[in-house]
């Protein structure tokens, strides 16, 4: 167990639909990460969080968004979903805004249909 | 633009040989990662390499960094069929005071056979 935790390990879900993933970061750990992998565009980054802070952006579509709460926990919303969504979404934290401790989570794969 | 490039991304081997899998990247970078991944399963962290001519073992599993040629290697030794698996390298850059997110290369599926 690294310590991330993410929640649903698995989701199945409609296109045109709309999806929350979930972050519990390690503690003390204040940044956040999302990524992508999918057979397509391998692993990509999304979006980092950075103590409630957005702090850096990648690859996030438009119908795609994040938030960091102030308990540290993070989700990752997916809106009007496509087939081309599905994929294996991974969160990572590490203690600062510099990597330093870099840890992933199990991910959730979303499916869409 | 930091990118990141393997190769082989494909690689069948038999036990007991050596081989090495090489990381480029196009731009300097703050820091250099090694992960495995099985699959369906998370990245686990195998080498954080920080500085020119760092290098670091665990295991039949060496990795080094040369900054000047923007260059990573993770050599195996004496492979053994539990370390099938895919091995990514990935970036990092640091810019406007943090870290970006980290740069994939697209993995090195490594097959290893009895």
């Known amino acids: 167990d690294s310590g991330v935790t993410q929640t649903p390990k698995h989701l199945i879900t409609a296109t045109g639909q709309r999806v929350t993933l979930r972050c519990s970061p390690r503690s003390g750990d204040l940044s956040v990460y999302w990524y992508q992998q999918s057979l397509d565009q391998g692993l990509q980054f999304l979006i980092q969080?950075?103590?409630?802070?957005?702090?850096a952006k990648g690859n996030i579509l438009e119908r795609f968004s994040a938030q960091q709460f102030p308990d540290l926990h993070s989700e990752l919303n997916l809106s009007s979903l496509e087939l081309g969504d599905s994929a294996l979404y991974f969160c990572?934290?590490?203690?600062?805004?510099f990597g330093y401790g870099y840890t992933f989570g199990s991910g959730t794969r979303l499916t869409v249909v | 633009e930091l990118k990141v490039e393997q190769n082989p991304l494909f690689l069948s081997m038999q036990e007991g040989k050596n081989y090495t899998i090489y990381c480029n990247y196009s731009t300097t970078s703050d820091r250099l990662y090694w992960y495995r991944q099985d699959p369906g399963k998370s990245l686990e962290s195998l080498f954080v390499l920080l500085s020119n001519g760092a290098v670091k073992q665990e295991g039949r599993l060496m990795a080094s960094l040369d900054t000047k040629a923007r260059l990573s290697t993770l050599h195996i030794t004496a492979a053994v069929h539990d370390l099938s698996a895919t091995y990514f390298c990935?970036?990092?850059?640091?810019?406007?005071?943090?870290?970006?997110?980290?740069?994939f290369g697209k993995g090195t599926h490594l097959i290893i056979q009895p």
């Open positions: 969080y950075y103590n409630g802070e957005e702090r």
């Open positions: 990935a970036a990092l850059l640091y810019s406007g005071g943090g870290a970006d997110g980290l740069t």
């Open positions: 990572a934290s590490s203690v600062d805004g």
